[in-house]
Nanobody
Framework: QVHLVESGGGLVQAGGSLRLSCAAS????????MAWFRQTPGKQRELVAA???????VYADSVKGRFTISRDNAKNTVFLQMNSLKPEDTAVYYC?????????????????WGQGTQVTISS
């Protein structure tokens, strides 16, 4: 069965860094869009960053200049490097995968989702 498993979350102070990993198994995702979303209780899930199979990247305005998404297709893994973390970055972070297409997918188009990893930033 296909699985996406996030890791790397934790508790850090404001200004610190975390590196999230999403390990995929069950199929090859090299041709898929991969993305990171985050969600806080009471709020809608929001896109953090996404990367196409060809390496084109989009970021939420709130994380531009601080977060970096990358992928290692040989290892079927996607990463999110988070620097200069702020308390408002606190959320559960999810990785997601969307089938190939010629446009970045909408949230509902992502086919596979991980279970999430908690990121908590203290002030």
């Amino acid at each position: 069965q296909v699985h996406l498993v996030e890791s790397g979350g934790g508790l850090v102070q404001a200004g610190g860094s975390l590196r999230l990993s999403c390990a995929a198994s069950g199929r090859t995702f090299s041709n898929y869009f991969m993305a990171w979303f985050r969600q806080t209780p009471g709020k809608q899930r929001e896109l953090v960053a996404a990367i196409s199979s060809g390496g084109i990247i989009v970021y939420a305005d709130s994380v531009k200049g601080r977060f970096t998404i990358s992928r290692d297709n040989a290892k079927n893994t996607v990463f999110l490097q988070m620097n200069s973390l702020k308390p408002e970055d606190t959320a559960v972070y999810y990785c997601a995968a969307s089938p190939p297409g010629n446009r970045f997918p909408r949230l509902y188009e992502y086919e596979y989702w991980g279970q999430g990893t908690q990121v908590t930033i203290s002030s």
